[in-house]
């Protein structure tokens, strides 16, 4: 073959410049002879003379290079006249960029080259690659999909589509969709769908829409509108979830949060919610309310003797009778354990109580079956009326549980009416007693926080724990109304060991938010104190908290000490030995010497409240505090005073050296919520 003439050289070289697809000629050793500035624009480069004597393997992705070097040695041998394939550009900004190419070889300098004419099919290539995906999304989504026309007829859907409706996508085509156009959605469409879609392009929320099988189900929709080149709307694309799981998991949640899970029935706090605007809506219409309150006789025994499961179903079986003598607008609810309250409202009469109670009662005496066993049970009633016999939850509740304890006393199986001769003092210690008995396993205790601080420089050194009962028919009750009848019939034993667990529980979560709040106190009562169990308690409440023992102080009031002296300096040292501290509680009540002290191992000592009220008016209180303080230090003993009300009595105990104080003029005991707050904004100071 003649050789090209130079000016047909020439030409084919302006061609190739004015190209619009990108040339390149190769060596057979990989390098560039030649590239135009098509080729060099496709590659990030301003002209194709930069790209000469570059190797082709610098501007191909690596992991197409096995491909072009395939196609290259087919044509070096022969193999191959011309190629066409794809593969990617890596341009100068390390991108990468698709193009096909068309691969031939003319002959250089005695030996072969390799011409390339490579078109940009970049854009093409990623939106196949698009349209590809956006099949794979729709075909397996588990969102129902589908598409309309401006009018709402389908022209696509998903076979989420067809899984959530029923509906094939050649029986749905061409339909109007129900969704979103039928009488489901009709609701939306008034309260401005449309208007939505054309101002906004979208909308979504929740419709009605009948699957094949005629059923109802909430759809969670969301639909979006499709604009052609004019900017009218010329589609509608929706996106829908079948929301009945969601929807029954959210009324079950509701349902759970307000029932009693055992029996069905309405729980406790839903029961005073209810009562609360049963009670102000009577108010408004000036009508009566009655007030049963339930309690299953010898249920402890069922319990006790066939074991928890048996006791569950009777309570259940129980519960249904009591329901089936009931209207249903009348309010029934599991007030706990085997008690149960009534409400009946719309002014009944007297002697339409008496009936109602009695029907319950005689429901309950019916023998019930359980796992094969007959059982006999009876149930007490004790009434309360609005508002005779009170005007809140809280009283009327307490008032039908007196009226109950009356007709147990009675010998039980027996309805009682409340009245005022009944709630005196020995009564309300042996209701108080029976709820005491309850309280723990019901979790209504609650432990509240008094900051210690430092009578020198104001900086926080403790919190005492002080317990609180949350009872279910008084509110918030002090432990002075319950911590003497808890001592008297022993309850005090596992109560205090729950405080103990819960207070270094407490301890230990602070520390861990890097709370420095010194140490927690806990009191220990008399009772508690010469139980054996003690130490085996502390250690248990140290070592399940994790709470370092030397941050847990141990309150023992002097009195407890005294009852024993000598068994308590062996006990003393023991609880010292885990590595807690110890303080003498209400010191200067107890009778014990000064002199004495130094045979106990103790670290503090708690002025009582009775002397700091005197301070500093009181010349004798004046004294014996001085006196306190003196001996403590010099048997190296911290003194704490309590009960700090004034700013007198404050200057005075750090005059006297007192080293800490508490009480209600540094802050009231707080919950553990409020205490955390109290020593972030009061940067662990007191402010006097
Ligand atoms: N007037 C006055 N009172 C102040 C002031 N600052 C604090 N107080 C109150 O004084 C009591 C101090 O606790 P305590 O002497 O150990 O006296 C305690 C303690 O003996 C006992 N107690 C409290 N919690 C527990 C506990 O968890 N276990 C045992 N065994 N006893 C507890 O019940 C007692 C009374 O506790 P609370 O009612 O919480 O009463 C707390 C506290 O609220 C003040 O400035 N003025």
Known sequence: MPAPSAELERNLRHFSEQSLVGVYVLRNDGTVLHANDKMAAMLGYQRG???????????????????????MQSR???????????????????????????????????????????????????SEWQSRMADRVFESTSEGILITDAEFRILAVN??????????????????????????????????????????GHWQGEMKDRRKDGSWYPAWLSISAIRDNRGGISNYVGVFTDNTIRKE????????????????????????????????????????????????????????????????????????????QLRPDDVLARFGGDEFVVVLGGSPPQAMIAAIAQRLINSILQPFTINGHEMFISASIGSAAYPEHGEDAITLLKNADIAMYHAKDRGKNAFQLFNKEMSNHALEQMLLENSLRHAIER???????????????????????????????????TPGMFITLA????????????????????GKAWLDRGYQFGRIAVNLSPRQFSSDDLLATIDNALDQSGLPSAMLELEITEGAIMQNPQEAVVLLQRMRELGVTISVDDFGTGYSSLA??????????????????????????????????????????????????????????????CDMVQGYLHSQPLTASEIEQHWYLGGAQAET
């Open 596 to 657: 004495s002290l130094k045979q106990y191992p103790l670290d503090t000592l708690k002025i009582d409240r009775s002397f700091v009220k005197g301070i500093p008016a009181d010349a004798d209180d004046v004294a014996i505090t001085e006196a306190i303080v003196a001996i403590a230090h010099k048997l190296h003993l911290k003194v704490v005073a309590e009960g700090v009300e004034s700013q007198e009595q404050h200057d005075f105990l750090r005059a006297a050296g």
């Open 487 to 506: 001592e008297q019939t022993g309850l005090i034993v596992p109560l205090g060991a729950w405080v103990l667990r819960e207070a270094c529980r407490q």
């Open 49 to 71: 003379a930069e790209l000469v004597g570059m190797p082709v393997a610098s501007l191909t992705a690596p992991e197409d290079l096995s491909l072009l070097q395939e196609n």
């Open 443 to 477: 979790k209504e205790f609650e432990l509240y926080y008094q900051p210690q601080f430092s009578a020198q420089d104001g900086a926080i050194c403790g919190a005492e724990a002080l317990i609180r009962w949350r009872h279910p028919t008084r509110g918030l009750v």
């Open 159 to 200: 076979p989420a589509f067809t899984r959530i409706t029923g509906y094939r996508p050649e029986e749905a085509m061409d339909k109007r969709s129900r969704m979103m156009t039928g009488p489901g959605a009709q609701a939306e469409i008034n309260r401005g769908m449309l208007e939505r879609l054309a101002r906004d």
């Open 249 to 324: 998991a959210e009324t079950k949640l509701a349902f759970l949060a307000d029932h009693d899970s055992l029996t069905g029935l309405r729980n406790r706090s839903s029961l005073m919610r209810i009562f609360a605007q049963q009670i102000e809506a009577a108010q408004a219409a000036g009508e009566t309310l009655a007030l049963f309150f339930v309690d299953l006789d010898r249920f402890k025994t069922v319990n006790d003797t066939l074991g928890h499961h048996a006791g569950d179903q009777l309570l259940v079986a129980a519960a249904e009778r009591l329901r089936e």
């Open 76 to 126: 070096l041998q022969g193999d191959a006249g011309t190629v066409q394939y794809s593969y990617r550009i890596l341009r100068r900004d390390g991108t990468r960029h698709w193009v096909e190419v068309h691969g031939s070889v003319c002959p250089h300098e005695g030996g072969t080259a390799l011409v390339e004419t490579a078109l940009d099919v970049n854009k093409q290539v990623q």
